[in-house]
T-cell receptor, first 119, second 113 residues
Framework: AQKITQTQPGMFVQEKEAVTLDCTYDTSDPSYGLFWYKQPSSGEMIFLIY??????QNATEGRYSLNFQKARKSANLVISASQLGDSAMYFC????????????????FGTGTRLTIIP | KAGVTQTPRYLIKTRGQQVTLSCSPISGHRSVSWYQQTPGQGLQFLFEYFSETQRNKGNFPGRFSGRQFSNSRSEMNVSTLELGDSALYLC????????????FGQGTRLTVV
């Protein structure tokens, strides 16, 4: 079974500062993907970034980067130069993949971190 | 290209009624998954369809069912609604587990009174 742990229920960060949202995961499958989503108050889950378990380099997407430490089973999201519009819930999620998991494509989510950017 | 479309956005039903929610995935995506989000339980997986076949099912009672059509559009149905079914229902569209994309719609907020 897969498990995602997000230990920060809420965070307050000053505008323009960088912020790191923590995520640890647990799985026995060697092939998996890690996702980060942003959920504003409107409810939509916005895809931010993806990291595959075999990817050698940390994923980056604009102001978002994923600090992937495989041995520690952590996949922290780093947001550089935070903006007021970054205030939202952030979810870390995992999906196992590979031939042995064909058909098992569900995402397992953490409990989320509510990020508030202070002007 | 168009994103994942869920309809309706908001719904109010009374206990005992049934409801059908719709999800149109991104063009070319054949995998559709459904999730229930509540403040108490967080995001929970309901079921997943690929090419009209249910491939995975979460731990929900039989009142929750779904289907997928040949154009990949999916519907989920909840019969005999209970107050606890009030939630945000999210649909995710993907090419498949071997791919990196997993995009969500805006969700349907269901309120059972």
């Amino acid at each position: 079974a897969q498990k995602i742990t997000q230990t920060q229920p809420g965070m307050f960060v000053q505008e323009k500062e960088a912020v790191t949202l923590d995520c640890t995961y647990d799985t026995s499958d060697p092939s998996y993907g890690l996702f980060w989503y942003k959920q504003p108050s409107s409810g939509e889950m916005i895809f931010l970034i993806y990291q595959g378990s075999y990817d050698q380099q940390n994923a980056t997407e604009g102001r978002y980067s994923l600090n992937f430490q495989k041995a520690r089973k952590s996949a922290n999201l780093v947001i550089s130069a935070s903006q007021l519009g970054d205030s939202a819930m952030y979810f870390c999620a995992m999906r196992v993949s590979g031939v042995s998991n064909f058909g098992n494509e569900k995402l397992t989510f953490g409990t989320g971190t509510r990020l508030t950017i202070i002007p | 290209k168009a994103g994942v479309t869920q309809t309706p956005r908001y719904l109010i039903k009374t206990r005992g009624q049934q409801v059908t929610l719709s999800c149109s995935p991104i063009s070319g995506h054949r995998s559709v998954s459904w999730y229930q989000q509540t403040p108490g339980q967080g995001l929970q997986f309901l079921f997943e369809y690929f090419s009209e076949t249910q491939r995975n099912k979460g731990n929900f009672p039989g009142r929750f069912s779904g289907r997928q059509f040949s154009n990949s559009r999916s519907e989920m149905n909840v019969s005999t609604l209970e107050l606890g079914d009030s939630a945000l229902y999210l649909c995710a569209s993907s090419l498949g587990a071997a791919f990196t994309e997993a995009f969500f719609g805006q969700g349907t907020r269901l309120t059972v009174v």
